[in-house]
């Protein structure tokens, strides 16, 4: 009887040891699994640098300061995605932000809305460059950055990503409008513009113009038809040969919102509930854009 009970705790010994030994193998089968799986999921998430180099930036910007340079064929992984821009990690564990566009083209951020848009705007003229007159003097230029700035605020306050060509009554050549828009791969381009006729008081109302046909079409259509609701006439949209337009690599167009040497459409020009109406205009023809 004695030697019997030995017997059955010497075999339930065993049976916890083996036990034991099974759930530690496994625990162990699990732990390997899941860094498997974590690697896996980390390798599938990575890309490869496509441009000769990038600069790994300290936020989604080409305004943030660069911490390192990647070159081409160098490995990072993707963590998330804003406007243009990931943030991603190296194979040295650094952490920070590359534009999409140094990336092969289907790991690119696909916009569909405007908060996450890239937007070039674009106030015509400006320092020395007075643009058209009114009639009594008033210069363009000065109402080309009054609606532009109504229009930043309120695509900013929908999340978008907002450059200016200029934010204050300075020179900027007509080259680099362009260029802003082509550096930061915007996702549309709008330069606001007061057209003039060679005799004053002789034309009146809005016109929408775009270059590249199979780039900006659709933004021109889309935008222009906001405006038939104006206080002054909506003349459509048309091809328009102008430089910052006719350099942008992306959407672009160009707005003259008025003729700056009529009376009645300058009474509407100077006032701020027609600015303010342009400006909601431009962003919910802009929202309509990127939904589409």
Not at 195 to 217: E, F, I, M, R, W
Not at 234 to 239: E, F, H
Request: without cysteine; aromatic residues 10%.
């Amino acid at each position: 009887m004695i030697d019997g009970e030995l017997l059955m705790k010497k075999q339930n010994k065993s049976f916890i040891y083996e036990n034991r030994s099974n759930l530690i193998l496994l625990a162990i089968v699990v732990v390997l699994a899941l860094i498997l799986s974590a690697k896996t999921f980390e390798y599938l998430q990575q890309v490869t640098i496509v441009t000769p180099k990038t600069a790994l930036r300290s936020g989604p910007g080409i305004e943030y300061s660069s911490k390192s340079t990647l070159k081409k064929e160098q490995r990072v992984t993707i963590i998330r995605k804003k406007y243009h821009w990931i943030y991603i990690k190296d194979a040295n564990n650094k952490f920070g932000w590359i534009a999409d566009w140094s990336v092969p083209k289907k790991y690119r951020n696909k916009i569909s809305n405007v908060s996450d848009a890239t937007i070039v705007i674009d106030p015509g003229h400006g320092g020395a460059d007075s643009g058209a007159l009114s009639t009594t003097g008033k210069m363009e230029k000065t109402y080309t950055l009054k609606v532009a700035r109504k229009v930043v605020a309120k695509l900013r306050a929908k999340g978008a990503k907002v450059y200016m060509t200029r934010d204050s009554n300075k020179y900027v050549g007509l080259a680099a409008r362009a260029e802003l828009s082509n550096k930061v791969h915007a996702d549309a381009f709008i330069s606001f513009h007061f057209d003039s006729s060679p005799v004053a008081n002789d034309a009146s109302g809005v016109t929408t113009y775009y270059y590249h046909q199979k780039l900006s079409y659709r933004l021109a259509k889309t935008i222009n038809s906001e405006f038939n609701t104006l206080s002054l006439d909506n003349r459509g949209i048309d091809v328009g040969n102008f430089q910052v337009i006719r350099d942008n690599e992306f959407p672009a167009i160009l707005l003259e919102m008025g003729y700056i040497n009529s009376d009645r459409d300058f009474a509407q020009i100077k006032s701020n509930s027609y600015q303010n109406t342009i400006s909601s205009d431009v962003v919910t023809g802009l929202t309509k854009y990127f939904e589409n």
